[in-house]
């Protein structure tokens, strides 16, 4: 009897101790989803599947290449850099007190030639080289709840150094409203003018949550040095497009902003004269001024990097199959040929 008693206890406390090791462990439920046995497919890239995936890349891409390229240049541009030009000769020398001379006359006229019909709409664009509007400081110069609504007038936290003038806040305020350009063009073709239609050149989602139809420009370029351009008092920020364009800040040094849309044909040969206003300054910073006239296609505007891509990858491609495929028949092996490993190679381990 006496002999029975302690491996009958010390049975049932080994049970409770691995009970309790069991409860306290941290090892998580098995399942096949976490121990990634799940069932999958695991493709086996034998020589002829490599072959066909290079040269189906190739056929598909080769041809969306040829259709984007020609896309592209079926796009007709016409590019004039009128920031040279438009100086006085007398003022070469001096360009920089030419433009911030405000009793100086910056009327410059310019005569465009067609060199291809283009079709409507006609976008016009400025063009500005070695301007950095990707600037950490100068892009949060800004104050977005100013600009979404009346209410937050008083918002310019963010907008130094343009924030307040002669103690009054200014709307909008930051150096990027500060900085808005202000050149203009008249176009004009047999002694008329030609129209450019300045609505719907914003995005309308800016339009209509960025900007407030109860906000309107307040105490705006009234400091002591004077940025770009000027804004119409009476109109609210929602309905002032170019402010809007502006303020949607550029990713690289060169960039293109939209000024408006010419909503008729220009057949080929026919001279625009553009009469223009130099006012912005770019001389201060070496930069240059360009006025685009463009069409578009259905992939944009003129941009030949897109089909050169599709054409550069699937000749690369195409390459690679034909070469694969020489290499295939001129010298095939066997898939998963054992005598090819390290150790049957050399037996003897040397």
Known sequence: MSSNNPSSSTGVFGSDEHTTIRRNSKRPKYSKFSQQELPACKPIL??????????????????????????????VEIIDRYDVECVPNNSTNDKVGY????????????????????????????????FYQN????????????????????????????????????????????????DTYTFASNNQELVVNKKGISW???????????????????????????????????????????MRTAALPTFRK?????????????????????????????????????????IGGKNDFLGIAYLTVGGLCFFLALAFMIVYLVKPRQLGDPTYLSWNRNPGGN
């Open 46 to 75: 034998t020589p002829k599947w490599v072959i066909s995936i290079l040269l189906l890349i190739g056929v598909v891409f080769i041809p969306i290449g040829i259709v984007s390229l020609l896309a592209s240049r079926d796009v």
């Open 99 to 130: 433009i911030t001379n405000k009793n100086q006359d910056k009327t410059c006229v310019r005569t465009l030639r067609v060199p291809k019909k283009m079709e409507q709409p006609i976008y016009v664009y400025y063009q500005l080289e070695n």
């Open 135 to 182: 600037h950490r400081r100068y892009v949060k110069s800004r104050s977005d709840q100013q600009l979404k609504s009346a209410s937050n007038v008083g918002d310019t936290g963010s907008c130094e150094p343009e924030d307040f003038a002669n103690g009054k806040p200014i709307v909008p305020c930051g150096l990027i409203a500060w900085s808005l350009f202000n």
């Open 204 to 246: 309308k989602s800016d339009r209509d949550h960025k900007y407030g139809k109860d906000v309107f420009p307040s105490n705006f370029q009234n400091g002591t040095l004077v940025g770009g351009g000027s804004l119409l008092k009476n109109v609210s920020l929602s309905e002032q497009e170019d402010l809007i364009v502006w």
């Open 258 to 298: 939209l000024y408006g849309k010419i909503e008729r044909d220009l057949m080929e040969g026919e001279i625009i004269n553009v009469t223009l206003q130099n006012n912005y300054n770019t001389y201060s910073f070496d930069g240059k001024k360009k006025l685009v006239l463009s069409t578009t296609s259905w």
